[in-house]
């Protein structure tokens, strides 16, 4: 699905920009956070496939 498709460049998006932060910590949230939100796009596709 295309919108899922978009979701997930948007989490690389996100995540090419966080690399770039200087707090470990602030890093680490948001990587659980994109984690997070992979899987769920993972679950969606089974979903609708």
Do not use: F, G, P, T
């Not at 919108?3 to 602030?26: G, H, T």
């Amino acid at each position: 699905m295309k919108i899922l498709a978009d979701a997930e460049s948007a989490l690389k998006e996100v995540e090419s920009d966080s690399n770039r932060l200087r707090s470990k910590e602030l890093r680490k949230a948001i990587q659980q956070q994109i984690d997070e939100q992979r899987e769920a796009i993972k679950a969606l596709r089974r979903l609708y496939n």
